[in-house]
């Protein structure tokens, strides 16, 4: 399968798969824990550790990938740990999330700066919504200085690379565990 001009089609360094096995491997039915969380990685996340000029790191996706659900076991979290290059695909996540999930956590990558799409489909969401980027987005290019993501996050988290994803985690885990 051509992954390239297939919209349904999630990939990471090592894997590919559809959109559909890729939601079933990650959100089995045999969930040890009450709570569920979405992480939504967008478009070239899954060329994290690739980068020539590490702005976005050194570890590679599938080792962010095992680093996150680590933490998030740790804290007794299911997690759906997923990635796509498609927008659309993004919005099928998060509508499937209000389903089943308390949070999403989200790092749209290139579609944070221009996608209303996301926009929407988050700002639907009832649960709690964490932004995160690996690049501190306001010491780069000035079009990457306003996210649309950030209207509908109780919170961003930028710059400080995998460990901002685990602290996106610790951070998510509180949020859903604070009596509103």
Known sequence: MNTATNPNTATDTNVTATANESIATNASSDRPYATTVWFLNGPNA??????????YGSDS????????EKKAAALELNLNFVQSNWEGQLVDWIQQARGDAQGVI????????????????????????????????????????????????????????????????EAMARLIRRPT
């Open 61 to 68: 996706f599938p080792t962010l990938r095992e680093r996150c």
């Open 106 to 169: 989200i790092n749209a990558a290139g579609l944070t700066y221009s996608s209303i799409p996301i926009l929407d489909a988050l700002l639907s969401f009832p649960g709690r919504i964490v932004e995160v980027h690996m690049s501190n987005i306001w010491r780069r290019e000035s079009f990457r200085h306003h996210s649309y993501i950030s209207k509908a996050a109780d919170g961003v988290i930028a710059g400080l690379g995998a460990d901002g994803y685990e602290l996106a985690i």
């Open 46 to 55: 899954n060329l994290y550790g690739l980068d020539a000029n590490k702005t």
